[in-house]
């Protein structure tokens, strides 16, 4: 069995993210706990006892990844009072590239049709350097 692919929309650009490292180390958690393909996650309890925080540590740390539509939040389908949550799909992991290619594709024409809203992630400030080696030296 081939090893799930992560998305390198967000994994790239992990370091540039405008939240906190507790919220960047809980992202990790989540990509790992998601389901490839639905980017489906535990529900918030189960989140709390795997994370060993309280649930209301779990809504904190949610809620820069709801704002920048990492996490989406929907209204499940078993209680009015409990949601679901899952990560966009440009930021899920995947079984294949391929899968991911096509999930990808299905995203995009989601969001054109505003059935998916856009990831909110920040531009490059900087190009990275596209070729080069960077000299590095020992202060």
């Known amino acids: 069995m081939a090893k799930p692919v992560m998305s390198p ?54 809620e820069p990844l709801f704002e920048l539509n990492i996490v989406l939040r ?4 078993r ?9 966009h799909p440009l930021a899920a992991r995947y079984e294949s590239a391929q899968a991911m290619d096509e999930a990808f594709a299905q995203a995009l024409v989601d969001m054109k049709a505003g059935r998916l809203v856009p990831l909110k992630l920040p531009e490059y400030q900087t190009v990275p350097p596209t070729q080069g080696t960077p000299v590095l030296r020992v202060a």
């Open 79 to 87: 209680s009015k009072r409990a949601n679901s949550y899952s990560l």
């Open 74 to 77: 929907t209204p499940s389908e």
């Open 9 to 62: 929309l967000v994994t790239e650009r992990i370091w540039a993210l405008p939240i906190g490292p507790a919220a960047v180390k809980f992202l990790s958690y989540l990509v790992f706990k998601s389901l490839p393909g639905s980017g489906a996650l535990p529900p918030q309890k189960t989140m709390a006892v795997e994370y060993k925080v309280t649930p209301s540590a779990i809504s904190h740390l949610l």
